[in-house]
């Protein structure tokens, strides 16, 4: 698979549409679920996932022949590091505009399929309130437990490169990545 995804990016770099378009296609799911559980309520109020997403795509696409491949790794760092840039500008925007403006998201069947790896197999036929009951218990965990979450079980990090990415031992991680989900299966469980 890895050797696949480096074979699209320099396809890529050299201005293949197909390739750039199966190698965005394959994250895409995972970017709408991690933008999404990243937003936060004040983001999500505003704006789409898939708009967000869209947007990163875009910056991704222009600034394609900057990046040095370091993997499939490298490139989800990438790609998941500019959505969270991207996240945080449109976060400090709402902010600032206190707007009370709404809009539909759609495409949530995508959504339900990549937030499957968070919740039980039980959850399966999730409805557009399943969707925001998860991002509220989501939105009530502490800032290292949404991270440790989304990376292992949103962005696919090995244990590894998440005691790296959040500066622990790998003991740390998985220790707070269990606890973390244990604590979200509460939240959830207490909206039954």
């Not at 998941?80 to 809009?103: F, I, P, S, V």
């Not at 969707?131 to 990090?157: C, M, N, P, Q, S």
Request: with cysteine; net charge positive; charged share 30%.
């Amino acid at each position: 698979m890895a050797e696949d995804v480096s074979r699209l990016i320099e396809s890529a770099q050299r201005g293949d549409a197909t390739a750039l378009d199966a190698l965005l296609g394959r994250y895409l799911p995972g970017l709408r679920a991690f933008v999404r559980l990243r937003a936060g309520p004040t983001v999500r109020a505003h704006e789409s996932a898939s708009d967000i997403a869209q947007s990163v795509c875009r910056e991704v696409l222009q600034n394609l022949s900057t990046f040095k491949y370091g993997g499939e790794t490298g490139f989800k760092h990438w790609l998941y590091a500019t959505a969270l840039r991207k996240l945080q500008k449109r976060d400090e925007h709402w902010r600032a505009q206190k707007r009370e403006a709404a809009r539909v998201v759609g495409d949530e069947q995508a959504l339900l399929d990549a937030y499957r790896n968070v919740s039980s197999p039980s959850r399966r036929a999730m409805t557009k309130e399943e969707l925001a009951r998860i991002e509220k218990a989501f939105d009530e965990l502490g800032d290292d437990e949404r991270e440790v979450i989304t990376l292992a079980r949103v962005v696919g990090l090995p244990h590894k490169e998440i005691a790296e990415a959040m500066g622990r031992t790998e003991g740390a991680t998985r220790v707070l990545l269990h606890r973390a989900l244990a604590k979200l299966a509460e939240k959830l469980d207490v909206g039954d």
